[in-house]
């Protein structure tokens, strides 16, 4: 049978590093469509030092993030790493700040999108253009989240390569063409323009121009051989980042440099005039003419706005992956995770966070965004560097596969100094967003107020403990103590009722790194019809339930829709675990008025027992347990 799934869901089991890379640049990279300009307003002539200052700090971050990814190669990031470095509570904090982060990108980026598409519609450029404009795509992006729209994996690539390729040809263009290093002397005004307190802020605001590579974190558990591939796909991210936000601000300072005005304030136009689009003012103040540099806008327009579209798509999808996480270790109420009944995602998360995205987009301002963002952003990597320096004191002699450079021993414990140097970093930009902001100090504030009032009663109410993990959904393995396998085929069908404790045995028993689960929804056919009749109902029906899983289980699930004949679907199963090398099949058994129901299927798999069989009971007397009959190849079920 043809494959019926997106093409892009088959690359999830086997990101190598330049996949990573990808991945990893295209969210690094798509915040300098907006940082610039909220940065050079603040900096003004300083911006490139702001920018490098920043850099080494992401630098720190990003060997941070490396390291405790191959230690702990799972998604959830800062999150996760505060769990198995602190208590569910330090988590939740980390968790609480990435989901600002995620609710801020979905409103900066849609907030800019009108901005470089104002190419074609010059309204769009400024409000209430720009905030209609960014309230509708958010409207659109999560309705089509809710309906289970996805992101394309090869499409991200492409235009990552091409976000890339573009900067870099900018960047080659400037340093020929307005590079001077006389103006970039005469734009600085040493604690005049800026003043000490706003160069501070521009370090705090350009850092968001670095977030992002909390992505490969995301992805590791879809790695090849993590151990090297992340570091590896990380530093690649850090080198071709640091080049160009390098350069970037260098050229346009270059072509838009520090003025006074008759008032004697100095400003540029960088953070003026294209504060809401910079790469475009560049593109404007190269001086290639008027034909070539209106097919470049246009171009440049163009891809800005589809890459801050998949950005804030790629912020939406978070939102309602981390919403569900979160509400799968009991940090969240049950009904953010709550699942649509059709469509099979978590439907109130993605409205309650749209709707707070287009909430603080509604005042239209740039820099508030930008700061808010920093809060988030900043109070997230602050709590990954502490862990990752903490399990170095805790957990000293487990594997750490991977470990950035420059150690130094205090007290006994070998200290990595870049989780030092980027913590401090990290934490200085917090405190200083929220000195310098008041504004941005109340909302930061009550974000961290309302959600761990909501952790601590949701918590007290069902009598958990604060700081103690509770997760759920996934139960212990029954019946196949300490095995586990190197793939995994678990098994549908559109006519059965669908079962979370299949997928959670799937999951234990493929629990390690670089481990697979195939996923395959059967859709049966009547003989009346032909095999390739029109049955597109069920077969959304199916790759829904495939979405679910990746959802719950991650992106490492690939997932097959197959149709089949009522009664071979046993066979078919048999065929496709020999086919493709499946270490074990995961099958439910139901029953009916407490007789279990032993399928046609199920007992054709069984004699045919290609592989080890896994049965998940959902019988009457198991409460959240399940009953486990395995069945090993060349043994009688």
Not at 67 to 81: D, I, K, L, Q, R
Not at 202 to 230: F, H, L, P, Q, R
């Given at each position: 049978?043809?494959?019926?799934?997106?093409?892009?869901?088959?690359?999830?089991?086997?990101?190598?590093?330049?996949?990573?890379?990808?991945?990893?640049?295209?969210?690094?990279?798509?915040?300098?469509?907006?940082?610039?300009?909220?940065?050079?307003?603040?900096?003004?002539?300083?911006?490139?030092?702001?920018?490098?200052?920043?850099?080494?700090?992401?630098?720190?971050?990003?060997?941070?993030?490396?390291?405790?990814?191959?230690?702990?190669?799972?998604?959830?990031?800062?999150?996760?790493?505060?769990?198995?470095?602190?208590?569910?509570?330090?988590?939740?904090?980390?968790?609480?700040?990435?989901?600002?982060?995620?609710?801020?990108?979905?409103?900066?980026?849609?907030?800019?999108?009108?901005?470089?598409?104002?190419?074609?519609?010059?309204?769009?450029?400024?409000?209430?253009?720009?905030?209609?404009?960014?309230?509708?795509?958010?409207?659109?992006?999560?309705?089509?989240?809710?309906?289970?729209?996805?992101?394309?994996?090869?499409?991200?690539?492409?235009?990552?390569?091409?976000?890339?390729?573009?900067?870099?040809?900018?960047?080659?263009?400037?340093?020929?063409?307005?590079?001077?290093?006389?103006?970039?002397?005469?734009?600085?005004?040493?604690?005049?323009?800026?003043?000490?307190?706003?160069?501070?802020?521009?370090?705090?605001?350009?850092?968001?121009?670095?977030?992002?590579?909390?992505?490969?974190?995301?992805?590791?558990?879809?790695?090849?051989?993590?151990?090297?591939?992340?570091?590896?796909?990380?530093?690649?991210?850090?080198?071709?980042?640091?080049?160009?936000?390098?350069?970037?601000?260098?050229?346009?300072?270059?072509?838009?440099?520090?003025?006074?005005?008759?008032?004697?304030?100095?400003?540029?136009?960088?953070?003026?005039?294209?504060?809401?689009?910079?790469?475009?003012?560049?593109?404007?103040?190269?001086?290639?003419?008027?034909?070539?540099?209106?097919?470049?806008?246009?171009?440049?327009?163009?891809?800005?706005?589809?890459?801050?579209?998949?950005?804030?798509?790629?912020?939406?999808?978070?939102?309602?992956?981390?919403?569900?996480?979160?509400?799968?270790?009991?940090?969240?109420?049950e009904i953010v995770r709550q699942i649509h009944p059709k469509y099979r995602t978590p439907y109130i998360a993605i409205i309650i966070f749209a709707i707070l995205a287009i909430i603080t987009l509604l005042p239209g301002k740039a820099d508030f965004l930008a700061t808010l963002y920093s809060f988030g952003a900043m109070l997230s990597f602050t709590i990954a560097h502490f862990a990752v320096i903490w399990l170095r004191k805790r957990q000293p002699d487990s594997e750490r596969e991977w470990k950035p450079p420059l150690n130094f021993r205090f007290r006994g414990v070998s200290v990595p100094a870049t989780a030092v140097l980027g913590g401090t970093g990290t934490l200085l930009a917090w405190l200083v967003v929220m000195a310098l902001n008041p504004v941005t100090l109340a909302v930061g504030t009550g974000w961290l107020v309302v959600g761990i009032a909501v952790y601590f009663l949701y918590r007290r109410h069902h009598n958990l403990p604060l700081t103690e993990t509770v997760k759920v959904l996934l139960p212990q393995p029954l019946g196949v103590e300490e095995l586990e396998y190197q793939s995994v085929m678990v098994v549908v069908s559109t006519e059965e009722p669908f079962s979370e404790d299949m997928i959670a045995t799937a999951v234990k028993l493929a629990s390690k790194r670089r481990r697979g689960i195939l996923m395959t929804v059967l859709v049966p056919v009547p003989v009346s019809m032909s095999l390739d009749c029109e049955m597109t109902a069920k077969e959304t029906y199916a790759q829904s339930l495939i979405e679910r899983v990746k959802l719950i289980a991650g992106t490492r699930v690939s997932g097959r829709v197959e149709r089949v004949r009522p009664g071979q679907e046993g066979y078919f199963i048999a065929r496709q675990a020999k086919a493709i090398k499946a270490a074990a099949i995961v099958v439910s058994l139901r029953f009916r008025n407490g007789t279990p129901m032993y399928t046609k299927s199920l007992e054709t798999v069984l004699r045919e027992r290609p592989c080890r069989v896994i049965v998940v009971s959902d019988g009457p007397d198991m409460g959240t347990e399940a009953t486990t009959i395995t069945a090993d190849e060349g043994t009688p079920a």
């Open positions: 049978m043809a494959e019926r799934v997106p093409r892009d869901q088959s690359l999830s089991r086997v990101y190598g590093a330049g996949a990573l890379f990808a991945a990893g640049y295209g969210n690094v990279g798509s915040s300098i469509y907006y940082a610039l300009g909220v940065t050079a307003a603040f900096a003004l002539g300083l911006t490139p030092l702001a920018f490098l200052i920043a850099g080494v700090i992401f630098i720190c971050t990003a060997a941070t993030y490396a390291e405790a990814t191959v230690m702990y190669p799972e998604a959830g990031g800062s999150s996760s790493f505060a769990r198995h470095a602190f208590n569910e509570m330090v988590s939740f904090i980390a968790a609480w700040g990435q989901m600002l982060n995620y609710t801020i990108t979905v409103a900066i980026s849609a907030y800019f999108v009108p901005h470089y598409l104002a190419v074609f519609w010059p309204a769009l450029g400024h409000a209430p253009g720009d905030i209609i404009g960014g309230a509708i795509l958010i409207v659109g992006l999560a309705w089509l989240n809710i309906r289970g729209g996805q992101e394309s994996a090869r499409l991200n690539i492409i235009l990552a390569v091409a976000d890339l390729g573009t900067q870099v040809i900018l960047v080659f263009i400037g340093v020929f063409l307005v590079l001077s290093p006389e103006i970039l002397v005469d734009n600085i005004h040493w604690g005049v323009a800026p003043t000490w307190p706003d160069f501070a802020l521009g370090i705090a605001v350009g850092m968001i121009a670095y977030t992002g590579i909390e992505t490969i974190s995301n992805m590791s558990e879809e790695a090849k051989d993590a151990a090297k591939s992340v570091p590896k796909g990380v530093g690649l991210v850090v080198i071709a980042v640091m080049a160009l936000y390098l350069l970037i601000p260098v050229v346009a300072l270059s072509a838009m440099p520090v003025v006074q005005d008759s008032a004697g304030q100095y400003y540029t136009e960088l953070g003026t005039t294209f504060a809401d689009d910079p790469i475009l003012g560049i593109v404007e103040n190269l001086g290639l003419g008027h034909s070539l540099t209106e097919i470049l806008r246009i171009y440049v327009g163009v891809l800005a706005a589809v890459i801050l579209i998949i950005a804030t798509n790629a912020g939406m999808i978070g939102v309602s992956r981390l919403s569900y996480s979160m509400g799968q270790y009991r940090q969240l109420p």
